[in-house]
């Protein structure tokens, strides 16, 4: 069982965070690839800036920590880019893979929703009348 878990203020390339789990005994792979999008909740949204507090990559790693421990699970990765990100740019990449699809498919769920939850990262939204506002702040 491997886990990765980093936080990165370069651009995430999913197939390198999908190659980081899987072996000759998985038959099975989940990824989650989270984009900026250009809206939320009716309003346009032009870009995104993401920061994490220092104990963030922690976190993550605890948290996909937990993720492998989870029965029919092998392998855990799970990347969060920090800093500014434009419109249709990778924000997170979670990959969990173990032998059978339902036990990896429902801990990949699980492993987004914690982290999206528990990991202290903020996204800022920048929107096209110059204001901004934050989002999931505790």
Known sequence: MSVHASIQDTPIDP???R????????????MF???VRNHDEGRLVTS???SAHPSATEKLHALAARAVERAGVSDVAAVHRVGDLEVGEVAV???VSGPHRRAVLETNAWLIDSLKAEA??????HHPDGSSDW???P
């Open 120 to 125: 202290p990262i903020w996204k800022q939204q």
């Open 135 to 137: 989002v999931g702040l």
């Open 48 to 50: 995104l800036t993401y």
């Open 93 to 95: 990449v979670t990959a």
């Open 15 to 17: 197939e390198l965070v």
């Open 33 to 35: 690839v989270g984009l």
């Open 19 to 30: 190659s980081m789990v899987g072996g000759d005994s998985d038959g099975a792979v989940a």
